[in-house]
């Protein structure tokens, strides 16, 4: 039968809708059933491509006497973390401050007032590695709340008041300078693995903002250093395991220094970030791997993440059926010799197993391998290996596909509608920039209310019933300010404004101008979160500074300049410590130094082809967070094109920068001279 979750819209929940574990949704309700029945309450936290989520659930959450324990003794309650980034982090950073290491499954145990006072992660079904059993662990704790109430509850009380005082270094409201900036990057460097790409040891994540920081220091400063690790890295990524050599996009991470063995989970916003990179690694360099990745990564996203609604779905799950009924990891995307030349024939297996590094030792388990694409001397024909690429994807379509997580996520759409407006605009693929104009019309359409307020997800064109978090206005904003920047069309600009609003208003703390993830009037947790740091993503700190600094290069306002500027202090502090863990940050930061530059771009109208080629050379410029206006002289689409007339009858481009314009072009040339293209 199943329990309280089979009505939610979280895929997740829905996955443990059958539990026999008598689950609650996070809920007034369920701390109101603890109180009334005087028991702990049990929060288990996870999401839906998580491979140990999975194992964890299988081997207690499904099981019948583990279940009627539970039931007996707790409150169990189940949270998406990707629904509710705001619980996940408060608690995150509880069991983080007790044991030093975070991670998922999260399993917290909590008093009735939400206070928490005993903190893991996975824990197995029988001892194992001097871990307990989730049974004694259970067991442990149902006796310290029966004997050692009043201990308890001063554990609860003492970590949430730690918690209270837990404040960050902000660093004042200076924005940082070049000296910060150069620190940064040293601070980069000094963590680079030169031989492998990438900074720091296994396992090794995706660095997309640092990369996005890289990129922007090197076109404000010409450093050949910082474009170097950029480059090196995309490229030792790309030929790696961690990308996927048939399909197009990337796995969540590398469980290896070398990029060969991935974890195989596949994340939106992975792909929306790294998609973006390599458009801007491309529009740096011209690099032909950097074209091929950024449009296979987008056409991904496009072919295996949309929506029937016209969304990106979150996750592709790292597990999938081996053929046999049973679940594992990575099974979808490993090869063996044998199974290359089953598909291929023996000749074609053999050129496919050089070109992708397959052994017969394997590279993974059970001797199959990861594909990858190590440099080798000697080149291999274009046609044939076409040819075997093909064969060898629609082979691999016929395995059973890793489970999808279709829960629409406002911020990381936003992300994925920058990514493919811009790659869309520079590789002329208009079918990629409708996609990024079909998932805004979602996001308005579904996840905005009247006063554009954000929902946080939706599934199946239902709105969630949670409320959107800093990073779902910030990056949601964001993705809107490049459509208008790529389509001309003003009313995406006026959608970022009104999502700005609610940062400026109810985000952000009138009088240090610091930034919290939830709303001044979200629901009252222990603490309330607050993180600049970028994780996986841009926290909605730093993604909140960007969309408002390219919204006040756009419209001139000094509000939204100056709340940037403020929101920028907390870089002048972290970004020479631990640049690593703020990119997105220091990427700002960039931009802010540089100008950033305002681009107009006018013709006598949007559709002939000289004021086309002007809105693309504008677009490919590389100065740091460059905004570009396009439209009709004397329209009013934008702010930026008041008082932009046509220079001789022709298209025009005019470049201003920190008040001070140049003289206004008809001439792409001077144009990409003027943007650092």
């Known amino acids: 039968m199943p329990n309280r979750l089979a009505h939610e819209t979280s895929p997740y929940l829905l996955q443990h809708a059958d539990n026999p574990v008598d689950w609650w ?6 701390f109101a059933e603890a109180r009334r029945r005087d028991v702990p309450v049990l929060l ?3 999401y839906s491509s998580c491979h140990w989520c999975h194992v964890m659930a299988h081997e207690s959450f499904e099981d019948e006497t583990t279940a009627g324990y539970l039931n007996d003794h707790f409150v169990s309650v189940k949270v998406d973390r990707e629904e509710r980034p705001d619980v996940d982090a408060v608690y995150m950073e509880a069991v983080q401050a007790a044991t030093g290491q975070g991670g998922w499954p999260m399993t917290v145990f909590l008093t009735a007032d939400a206070e928490p006072f005993y903190f893991g992660t996975y824990f197995p079904p029988a001892p194992r590695h001097g871990m307990p059993s989730f049974r004694q662990v259970l067991e442990g704790v149902r006796q310290a709340w029966a004997t050692r109430r009043e201990e308890v509850t001063d554990v609860a009380g003492k970590i949430v008041r730690d918690l209270a005082h837990r404040e960050i270094g902000y660093g004042g409201t200076e924005v940082p300078g070049g000296e910060e900036l150069a620190q940064a990057l040293l601070g980069l460097t000094r963590e680079y693995d030169a031989q492998r790409g990438g900074f720091g040891g296994a396992p090794k994540f995706p660095p997309s903002m640092a990369i996005e920081f890289l990129l922007r220091h090197h076109a404000r400063t010409g450093s050949e250093g910082a474009l170097q690790m950029a480059r090196d890295t995309c490229e030792r990524m790309a030929r790696g395991g961690i990308y996927d050599q048939l399909g197009g996009g990337f796995a969540r991470y590398s469980v290896d220094r070398d990029w060969v063995v991935p974890h195989f989970e596949k994340m939106l916003y992975d792909n929306a970030l790294l998609c973006r990179v390599y458009a801007h690694l491309w529009r740096a360099t011209g690099s032909e791997l950097a074209r091929r990745v950024a449009l296979e990564t987008a056409d991904f996203m496009v072919r295996e993440l949309s929506t029937g609604e016209g969304g990106f779905a979150s996750a592709l799950d790292a597990d999938s059926d081996d053929g046999t009924g049973r679940h594992v990891e990575g099974a979808y995307y490993v090869w063996t010799p044998e199974q290359l030349t089953e598909v291929l024939g023996e000749r074609d297996a053999e050129l496919a197993a050089r070109c992708f590094g397959v052994t017969e030792e394997g590279t993974f388990e059970q001797g199959s391998s990861v594909l990858q694409l190590p440099q080798q001397d000697g080149v291999f024909d274009a046609e044939r290996m076409a040819s075997v690429r093909s064969r060898l994807l629609r082979a691999r379509s016929a395995r059973p596909a890793p489970g999808r997580d279709d829960k629409v996520v406002a911020a990381w759409n936003g992300l994925a509608i920058a990514a493919l407006a811009e790659t869309g605009a520079y590789f002329g693929r208009p079918d990629l920039v409708d996609a990024a104009t079909g998932a805004a019309d979602l996001l308005v359409r579904l996840h905005m209310d009247e006063h554009a307020g954000l929902s946080r997800t939706s599934r199946d064109g239902r709105a969630g019933a949670n409320a959107g978090v800093l990073e779902d206005y910030a990056d949601v904003a964001e993705g809107f300010l490049a459509l208008a920047s790529v389509t001309g069309e003003g009313v995406w600009l006026d959608f970022a404004g009104l999502l700005l609003g609610h940062v400026l208003t109810r985000f952000t703390d ?4 610091t930034l919290y993830d939830t709303a001044v009037d979200a629901e009252k947790l222990i603490r309330r979160p607050q993180d600049p740091t970028d994780n996986a993503t841009p926290s909605g700190w730093s993604a909140a500074a960007g969309a408002l600094l390219s919204y006040a290069a756009h419209t001139g306002s000094a509000a939204h300049r100056t709340a940037a500027e403020k929101a920028l202090g907390v870089v002048r502090a972290l970004g020479p410590r631990v640049p690593r863990f703020i990119g997105w940050g220091l ?10 530059r305002e681009v107009a771009v006018v013709g ?3 559709d002939e082809e000289a004021a086309k080629s002007l809105h693309r050379t504008a677009l490919l410029g ?3 967070g460059a905004v570009v206006a396009f439209g009709a002289a004397g ?4 702010p930026l094109l008041e008082g932009r007339p046509l220079v001789g009858g022709a298209p025009t481009a005019y470049v201003c920068r920190n008040f001070t314009c140049d003289a206004p072009t008809t001439d792409p040339d001077r144009l ?6």
């Open 25 to 30: 949704p996070w809920s007034d309700e369920a």
């Open 44 to 46: 288990s936290v996870g």
């Open 604 to 606: 006598a109208s949007p």
């Open 635 to 638: 329209g009013e689409e934008f």
């Open 672 to 677: 990409r001279a003027a943007l650092g293209g």
């Open 510 to 513: 009138p009088e240090s101008g």
């Open 622 to 624: 590389t100065a740091p």
């Open 587 to 596: 990427a700002v930061a960039e931009a802010a130094l540089d100008g950033p």
